[in-house]
């Protein structure tokens, strides 16, 4: 089991930046990809980008792509994911999570899984708000 732990989000004006951190513990050489999610208040859990942790290859979601970046520290054990250009529409809980192996279906984000169900692993949360 890994242990995970996001800092980094907090209030910023659109058009500002922010970088999330997810600082990993426990069996780390569990994971196999490595995701940030979001999630905004009455709507579903969005994939917002992936690492594949050994390769690097990185996927993002079309609504942040060209905009936010996810990368990895494998000596510190840490995940970022560096957001430029914030729109209100970013506002959500994002959390960062761990998948143990291959996505089962395939998909535009193959090795890694776009869909939240398949990540074993999961951070408490930061809260990202982007006023207009």
């Known amino acids: 089991q890994v242990q995970l732990v996001e800092s980094g989000g907090g209030s910023v004006q659109a058009g500002g930046s922010l970088t999330l951190s997810c600082a990993a513990s426990?069996?780390?050489?569990?994971?196999?990809?490595m995701g940030w999610f979001r999630q905004a208040p009455g709507q579903e859990r969005e994939g917002v980008a992936a690492i594949y942790s050994i390769g690097g290859s990185t996927y993002y979601s079309g609504s942040v792509r060209g905009r936010f970046t996810i990368s990895q520290d494998n000596a510190k054990n840490t995940m970022y994911l560096q957001m430029n250009n914030l729109l209100p529409e970013d506002t959500a809980m994002y959390y960062c999570?761990?998948?143990?192996?291959?996505?089962?279906?395939?998909?535009?984000?193959?090795?890694?899984?776009?869909?939240?169900?398949?990540?074993?692993?999961w951070g408490q949360g930061t809260q990202v708000t982007v006023s207009s």
């Open positions: 426990g069996y780390t050489a569990s994971r196999f990809c």
């Open positions: 999570a761990a998948a143990p192996s291959p996505a089962s279906f395939g998909g535009s984000w193959y090795p890694c899984a776009r869909e939240g169900s398949e990540y074993t692993d």
